[in-house]
């Protein structure tokens, strides 16, 4: 596991995202982008080289392409919270797409973090929402973000992003998470540097 380090290490509050390498030409960005903001933090961007297999809660099949989904998601948790023993600091995770789902997922499996940054999170993604009508989140706080076109695909699964994230939205309303909703404008490549610093500004403050 490969941990790139951003930020003032001295900070109380530790953000942690699990990138590919798709996104290492965009990290510094993001980072500009978070220091926009004005608030204090440590990123600890963990990459991973399997990005199906290492961010999939369970097994799924191909929906897009034809490279399925693993269950990796339990080791590559494990190895996080590794990264989290210091119990002086508050700690935040966050993703972008399979990573924003795993971030979610995350915080239904240990109450480490204090809050989620869930960007254009991959919420098609199958029996995911069943799984949060059926599990309490760990986490006082969400953050949820979608671009106002992801939805418009032909891909019949990934087609229903807009209603899933709704319906999530909801779910974590109605058992009194704070949350919020946002949506920006553009597919699900705009600009995600930029959602994924409006995600951690949200979460800090």
Known sequence: MIVYEYGNKN?????????????????????????????????LAVKVEDWNEELSPWEADAVFGDKGFGAGASDTLAEIIGLCTDKSRDYYIGGYSLAGLFALWSAYQTDVFRGVAAVSPSIWFPRFLDYIKANTIKTGNVYLSLGDKEA????????????RIEEAYELLR???VNTVLEWNKGNHFAQPEVRMAKGFAWVLK
């Open 11 to 43: 900070s109380k509050n530790i953000l942690i995202q699990t990138i590919g390498n798709h996104e290492l030409n965009i990290i510094e960005s993001e980072v500009q982008a978070i220091n926009d903001f004005s608030v204090d933090y440590h990123l």
């Open 152 to 163: 418009k695909t032909r891909n019949q699964i990934m087609s229903k992003v807009s209603d």
């Open 174 to 176: 109605n058992r009194q």
